[in-house]
């Protein structure tokens, strides 16, 4: 398979707007490369250890955000599409930069690797740090890491939607619970879960890929006795119950999942929410009250917004 790489040329209050395009515009993944985000090394910072120190020189001057897509018959049109996007951003917003589009061919094996130019340990909540399985990193005592090789799936851990889940989980994982993960990709939050001390987590992708991937990860962080990992829509053959129910999904799926869901949920049980952008959350929050779920909590990140409801 070919992949096209965009990278946009904008600004540091730009990078979050043009990020949220591509990603609406169906891109596999972003990547912001931005100097303003490496903390200084001449001051004591706790991340800055796990940052290689030669990046800092190699970063170029504008804020850079990369997004991958598949090449094929429609990406002529999409990027054209992309193009009056970033056009009315410039006209509606002020500091966006130049806002250029370049494109670059890659091929299979060279977006693997170029994703992995970009990706290195981070924390995601508290305790939970997220490394890419081939990066080295000493952990502190009480980390729990998940190791992740995101291959083709999405979940790397960098996107907003997937870190308010993974410090969600953090928070309301008190230990044994029976938990199930809608649209799993990489198997990133049906991880944590269980790092967390979920009693087992039901991991659920209509993806056969994400499937394959998530499967890999699990086996790689020796949590397979606590996670299975199956291929489906939504709960469509699933019988399960739980006591907390994440699905990373886009608006449209939660607002027409969330009744069905219910009886999937032990009364009381959590459901929380996330992949919404911030402009729906409304339009999201009335469908899950609709149905009859206590909202609980409301995050917002970036363009985004996770939302921890209660079945009562
Ligand atoms: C935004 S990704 C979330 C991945 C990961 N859970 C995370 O938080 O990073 C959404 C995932 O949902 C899956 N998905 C989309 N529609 C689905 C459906 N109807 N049933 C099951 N999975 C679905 C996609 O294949 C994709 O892997």
Redesign the pocket.
């Known amino acids: 398979m070919e992949w096209i790489e965009l990278i946009i040329h904008t600004t540091t209050a730009g990078s979050e707007p043009v990020s949220d395009i591509l990603m609406e515009s169906g891109a596999s993944g972003t990547m912001i490369e931005d100097k303003a985000d490496i903390p200084d090394p001449s001051k004591p910072h706790g991340i800055w250890e796990i940052i290689d120190p030669k990046l800092l020189e190699t970063m170029p001057e504008d804020v850079l955000v990369h997004a991958w897509f598949e090449n094929n018959a429609q990406l002529p049109s999409l990027v054209e599409k992309i193009r009056n996007r970033l056009a009315e951003l410039s006209f509606a917003k002020d500091e966006m930069g130049s806002l250029l589009l370049d494109t670059v061919s890659v091929n299979d094996e060279a977006w693997k690797d170029t994703w992995k130019k970009y990706y290195k340990p981070f924390y995601a909540g508290k305790h939970l740090l997220i490394k890419p399985t081939w990066e080295p990193f000493d952990p502190r005592p009480d980390d729990l890491v998940i190791e992740i090789d995101p291959g083709m799936?999405?979940?790397s851990?960098t996107?907003e939607?997937?870190g308010m889940?993974l410090s969600l989980l953090e928070e309301i994982i008190k230990g044994g619970e029976e938990i199930i993960?809608?649209?799993?990709?990489?198997g990133?939050?049906a991880i944590g879960a269980a790092l967390l001390g979920a009693g087992h987590v039901l991991a659920?992708?209509?993806?056969p890929d994400?499937v394959k991937v998530a499967a890999e990860n699990v086996q790689h962080n020796h949590v397979d006795h606590l996670v299975s990992v199956q291929q489906?829509?939504?709960l469509d053959r699933v019988s399960d119950v739980c006591d907390i129910c994440v699905a990373?999904?886009i608006s449209d799926?939660i607002i027409s999942f969330a009744a069905p869901l219910m009886s999937h949920i032990r009364p009381g049980g959590l459901f929380l929410c996330s992949?919404i952008v911030s402009v729906r959350a409304d339009e999201v929050a009335q469908a899950l009250k609709d149905a009859g779920y206590e909202i609980l909590c409301r995050e917002t990140k970036g363009e985004w917004t996770a939302f921890l409801s209660r079945r009562n």
């Open positions: 799936a999405f979940g851990g996107h939607t997937t889940c993960d809608v649209g799993t990709g990489s990133i939050l659920i992708d209509i993806d994400a489906g829509n939504l990373n999904i799926v992949g």
